[in-house]
């Protein structure tokens, strides 16, 4: 490395980026490699604090070079606040886990990337050893199709209101079709991703249960065999524009359908666990320990779920 001792802009490039790629650097052993004087890498430090400074005051966050003496050594320490603390990762990690939503690959790259978080760096061993055991016996879903390339473009089509065009295997007839949507959002749902859109050139009466659905359709993401982004743009006026966070309230295993409103009772042990389910949920009534509840729920997913619920939903009926 001695054309990086004569040139100091190189030098200084050089230190910078084993920082960021989060080493600890020990002024003689970077000096002896480099082939320069500890005065030298002193003052290239000095010039790395100094411009993070300036950055973090400018931009209001940013990394600082500081000393870890645990490890005695430089290294680069991001804004606490703007990272996630070592609860937050590992409360993460575990969701993470058990929705079981990525293939076994895509889920260690995701959590190796979170637990780089912890603060301070030793603690990374801790969160390690509290999910190794879930790590080593994660089963991804059966499907195993990685889509995490999907999510980006579908993204951007979303946001900037582009026609696509898909191949979608559907999973009834085990049949493959193609669509031209209009992409509205990107949802969640036991275990899946799933993409709601509306359709474009298609007999409703034909496809539809029910033609006069004015809801979008929802494909599973992993079932998108390809995807094109196109450059023709779609336009939902303001008035009409769809609301994920007011679909998701009344969607239930991501079936579409009609607006609905329904009524049941259900048991005292039951109820917060119900209230919890049904975000648009309310309780009419109570009568010895029996709750009578009401809610607007999206499609038949619905009847799915009761029939789950075995004794503990009764009278299950739509008003």
Request: aromatic share 10%; net charge neutral.
């Amino acid at each position: 490395m001695d054309d990086l001792g004569s040139d100091k802009t190189s030098r200084i490039l050089y230190i910078y980026s084993m920082l960021l790629h989060g080493q600890v650097l020990k002024k003689n052993e970077l000096a002896q490699d480099i082939g320069v004087n500890v005065k030298s890498i002193q003052r290239d430090l000095e010039d790395i604090r100094d411009f993070l400074d300036k950055k973090r005051v400018r931009d209001g966050y940013g990394c600082q070079l500081t000393y870890n003496r645990f490890e005695k050594g430089y290294c680069l320490e991001d804004n606490e606040q703007l990272r996630l603390s070592n609860n937050e990762v590992l409360a993460i990690s575990k969701i993470l886990l058990e929705s079981r939503a990525f293939t076994k690959k895509e889920m260690m790259n995701i959590l190796d990337k979170l637990i780089e978080n912890c603060i301070p760096r030793e603690n990374r061993t801790a969160i390690n050893d509290l999910l190794n055991n879930e790590r080593f016996h994660y089963v991804e879903l059966r499907h195993n199709k990685a889509f995490l390339d999907k999510m980006t473009p579908l993204g951007r089509a979303i946001r900037e209101s582009h026609v696509i065009r898909i191949k979608y295997g559907k999973l009834k007839e085990s049949a493959t079709v193609e669509r031209r949507l209009e992409p509205l959002a990107i949802l969640f749902s036991e275990y899946y991703f799933y993409l709601a859109a509306f359709i474009e050139n298609i007999n409703k009466a034909e496809a539809f249960e029910n033609p006069d659905d004015v809801f979008p359709t929802i494909y599973r993401i992993d079932r998108i065999q390809e995807l094109e982004v196109l450059d023709e743009h779609f336009k939902i006026p303001y008035a009409n524009r769809f609301e994920e966070g007011e679909f998701r309230k009344r969607v239930q295993f991501m079936y579409g359908g009609k607006l609905r409103k329904v009524r049941f009772q259900c048991k005292e042990n039951s109820i917060e666990a119900i209230l919890d389910r049904l975000p648009t949920a309310k309780v009419l009534s109570e009568d010895n320990g029996i709750f009578l509840v009401e809610a607007e729920v999206f499609g038949k997913g619905i009847d799915m779920w009761a029939r789950s619920q075995g004794d503990n939903i009764m009278d299950f009926r739509v008003v």
